[in-house]
T-cell receptor, first 112, second 115 residues
Framework: GQNIDQPTEMTATEGAIVQINCTYQ??????LFWYQQHAGEAPTFLSY????GLEEKGRFSSFLSRSKGYSYLLLKELQMKDSASYLC?????????????FGKGTTLSVSS | EPEVTQTPSHQVTQMGQEVILRCVPI?????FYWYRQILGQKVEFLVS????????KSEIFDDQFSVERPDGSNFTLKIRSTKLEDSAMYFC?????????????FGPGTRLTVL
């Protein structure tokens, strides 16, 4: 079956660093994606990993270990606008390898 | 910056009625998708579409659902006979290709309420 686990909620303060973990068990794997979703809005792409290791993109970094079925999203220098849900999604190889399988998301609250 | 657009932003319908949700993908993209998100729950894949046919569909995408690209720009999702449990936010997405590095760009969504 398909299973993607993330913590439900996290809190942090402005300027801090936060790490959001994601573990996955899927029948196939063709990349792991992180999306940000503000309440009532569409998911917006943050990063993706296909190979093991760290990908850095400005204040955001994402790490992948395929052997452990594990990823994390690291957010540095937190700002109030980073308060949102962070969605971990695995691209399955499935029928055509197009579907993104999403976790339930981690709601991050950043306070001053 | 190019973006995916969706209409309407909100749709209210009676149970058993047909609804059509419309999307205009980014113009040079070749792959189109529909996802849904029931309030408070995770985003769920419905269907992907390429070269005028369905590439992949989930168990949710049963005979009540259909997709169409009626012209060169629109991509539609039709629900033939809506049920209460179809109430959700429906997101359209598009991508240039299907390689792992091809991110899927999401539209703003249509909130469907079935009464």
């Amino acid at each position: 079956g398909q299973n993607i686990d993330q913590p439900t909620e996290m809190t942090a303060t402005e300027g801090a660093i936060v790490q959001i973990n994601c573990t996955y068990q899927t029948s196939g794997f063709n990349g792991l994606f992180w999306y940000q979703q503000h309440a009532g809005e569409a998911p917006t792409f943050l990063s993706y990993n296909v190979l093991d290791g760290l990908e850095e993109k400005g204040r955001f970094s994402s790490f992948l270990s395929r052997s452990k079925g594990y990823s994390y999203l690291l957010l540095k220098e937190l700002q109030m606008k980073d308060s949102a849900s962070y969605l971990c999604a695995v691209r399955d190889t499935g029928q055509a390898g197009t579907a993104l399988i999403f976790g339930k998301g981690t709601t991050l609250s950043v306070s001053s | 910056e190019p973006e995916v657009t969706q209409t309407p932003s909100h749709q209210v319908t009676q149970m058993g009625q047909e609804v059509i949700l419309r999307c205009v993908p980014i113009s040079n993209h070749l792959y189109f998708y529909w996802y849904r998100q029931i309030l408070g729950q995770k985003v769920e894949f419905l269907v992907s579409f390429y070269n005028n046919e369905i590439s992949e569909k989930s168990e949710i995408f049963d005979d009540q659902f259909s997709v169409e690209r009626p012209d060169g720009s629109n991509f539609t999702l039709k629900i033939r006979s809506t049920k209460l449990e179809d109430s959700a936010m429906y997101f359209c997405a598009s991508s240039e290709g299907q390689s792992s590095y091809n991110e899927q760009f999401f539209g703003p969504g249509t909130r469907l309420t079935v009464l």
